[in-house]
């Protein structure tokens, strides 16, 4: 059974700063696994989409990593804002012939001015 | 480009009353719809899953229903709702199984 594990919790930085946020999973046999930001009583927004014959991808100040054997994925966050206060997700498809995508309970990232 | 339509935003619905949330994607063709819910404090939970027009499966019991009239047309539904119903629902799509997923903007329901 696939169970996906997010630390920390939540995450207090100061603006400017760079940091990682680190997702597990324990099935290694993942088609791709997916960031997601949600700001709060709003829906998901897309980050960025690893396959799993992929190590890396960025979008801007965004870098996530992919380390399917270990079953680690982080999600790198270059100089960042305010704006990037948010709880961050990853998410993984369920193997096998189901449809669902299985959720870290999520990062509540606070930067601060 | 996709676009993907959620409403209504809130919801405040007496126990008992029906529900009927509606979902929309626009820019593509026989996606794969999802219905969500996110209840305080847990993860998401998958609730129903279509791969195409009438097609629903359905993940947990529950006290509600999905139906898909149309090809990009989603729709939560249920007769008589439960305090336990309260929640936070989200609509969600991709183009085939374990590909990129796209979500709504998501309706809060209160059940009171």
């Known amino acids: 059974k696939q169970e996906v594990t997010q630390i920390p919790a939540a995450l207090s930085v100061p603006e400017g700063e760079n940091l990682v946020l680190n997702c597990s999973f324990t099935?290694?046999?993942?088609?791709?696994l997916q960031w997601f930001r949600q700001d709060p009583g709003k829906g998901l927004t897309s980050l960025l989409l690893i396959q799993s014959s992929q190590r890396e991808q960025t979008s801007g100040r965004l870098n996530a990593s992919l380390d399917k054997s270990s079953g680690r994925s982080t999600l790198y966050i270059a100089a960042s804002q305010p704006g990037d206060s948010a709880t961050y997700l990853c998410a993984v498809p369920l193997s096998g012939y189901g449809q669902n995508f299985v959720f870290g309970p999520g990062t509540r990232l606070s930067v601060l001015p | 480009s996709q676009t993907i339509h959620q409403w209504p935003a809130t919801l405040v619905q007496p126990v008992g009353s029906p529900l009927s949330l509606e979902c929309t994607v626009e820019g593509t063709s026989n996606p794969n719809l999802y219905w969500y819910r996110q209840a305080a404090g847990r993860g998401l939970q998958l609730l129903f899953y279509?791969?195409?027009?009438?097609?629903i499966s359905s993940e947990v019991p529950q006290n509600l229903s999905a139906s898909r009239p149309q090809d990009r047309q989603f729709i939560l539904s249920s007769k008589k709702l439960l305090l336990s119903d309260s929640g936070f629902y989200l609509c969600?799509?991709?183009?085939?199984?374990?590909?990129?997923?796209?979500f709504g903007q998501g309706t809060r329901l209160t059940v009171v």
């Open positions: 279509s791969v195409g027009i009438g097609q």
């Open positions: 969600a799509w991709s183009l085939r199984r374990g590909a990129e997923a796209f």
């Open positions: 099935d290694s046999a993942i088609y791709n």
